[in-house]
C-alpha cells in the first residue's frame, strides 16, 4: 500500500512569514493530494487539492506543489496568521483511498 | 448546506462493553468513510461504502468491530466488545462518488477505562 511521510512534525512561524510542509509518497499510482487542516477536537477539513495532471495550484495564501518523477509534494502558507494555528495532513492515493501522513503541528506566533 | 454529523461527540466506556457510533453523511453523498484517528497520527480507513454496499472493509477488525448502512444514507460502527487500544477518534466522511473529494465529520472521541 502507500506510505505517506511528512515533515516536520511541528513547526513554528512567526506571523506574517511563510509556512513550508513538505510530504512524499510511495506509490506511484496515486493521482490525487489532498491537504487538512485540523483544528482541535474538529475534524479534518480540505484546504486544498491537487491532483497528477497539475504541477501547482494555488488559492489564496495557499498553495500546493507537486512534483510526480520525486514522489513529493508540498504545502505553502504565505503571511501566516494566527488562526492558521492547527494541525495540517497531507494525502495521497486515488479518489477512491488515500493514506494520510502523520500530522505537522503548526503554530503561528503573534 | 449541512455538514457530515456524527454522535456522540464523547464516549467514555469501560472495557469489555459494547459501544456504537452513528453517522449522518451530507446530503446526496453515496459515498460513506469510517476512520480511526490514534492520538498524533493521521486517520486511518476502516471500512468505505458506496450506496449501502461495503466495498473496502480490509482494514476493519471484524472479530469485534461491525458496520451498517442501511439504505444507503446513514450508519453505523460498532465495537464489541470493546478493548484498551480502542481508545481514538472515529471520523465519518462523506462524498459525492468515488474520486471525489472527501468531507469530515466532527468524530467520535472514545475512551476505554
Known amino acids: 500500500g502507500e506510505n505517506v511521510e511528512q515533515h516536520p512534525s511541528t513547526l513554528s512561524v512567526q506571523e506574517g512569514d511563510s509556512a513550508v510542509i513538505k510530504c512524499t509518497y510511495s506509490d506511484s499510482a496515486s493521482n490525487y493530494f489532498p491537504w487538512y487542516k485540523q483544528e482541535l477536537g474538529k475534524g479534518p477539513q480540505l484546504i486544498i487539492d491537487?491532483?497528477?495532471?497539475?504541477g501547482e495550484k494555488k488559492d489564496q495564501r495557499i498553495a500546493v506543489t507537486l512534483n510526480k518523477t520525486a514522489k513529493h509534494f508540498s504545502l505553502h502558507i504565505t503571511e501566516t496568521q494566527p488562526e492558521d494555528s492547527a494541525v495540517y495532513f497531507c494525502?495521497?492515493?486515488?479518489?477512491?483511498?488515500?493514506?494520510f501522513g502523520t500530522g505537522t503541528s503548526l503554530t503561528v506566533i503573534p | 448546506e449541512a455538514g457530515v454529523v456524527q454522535s456522540p461527540r464523547y464516549k467514555i466506556i469501560e472495557k469489555k462493553q459494547p459501544v456504537a457510533f452513528w453517522c449522518n453523511p451530507i446530503?446526496?453523498?453515496?459515498?460513506l468513510y469510517w476512520y480511526r484517528q490514534n492520538l498524533g497520527q493521521g486517520p486511518e480507513l476502516l471500512i468505505r461504502y458506496e450506496n449501502e454496499e461495503a466495498v473496502d472493509d480490509s482494514q476493519l477488525p471484524k472479530d469485534r468491530f461491525s458496520a451498517e448502512r442501511l439504505k444507503g444514507v446513514d450508519s453505523t460502527l460498532k465495537i464489541q466488545p470493546a478493548e484498551l487500544g480502542d481508545s481514538a477518534v472515529y471520523l465519518c466522511?462523506?462524498?459525492?462518488?468515488?474520486?471525489?473529494?472527501?468531507?469530515f465529520g466532527p468524530g467520535t472521541r472514545l475512551l476505554v477505562l
Open positions: 466522511a462523506s462524498s459525492p462518488g468515488t474520486q471525489e473529494t472527501q468531507y
Open positions: 446530503s446526496g453523498h453515496n459515498t
Open positions: 494525502a495521497a492515493g486515488t479518489g477512491n483511498q488515500f493514506y
Open positions: 491537487i491532483r497528477s495532471n497539475v
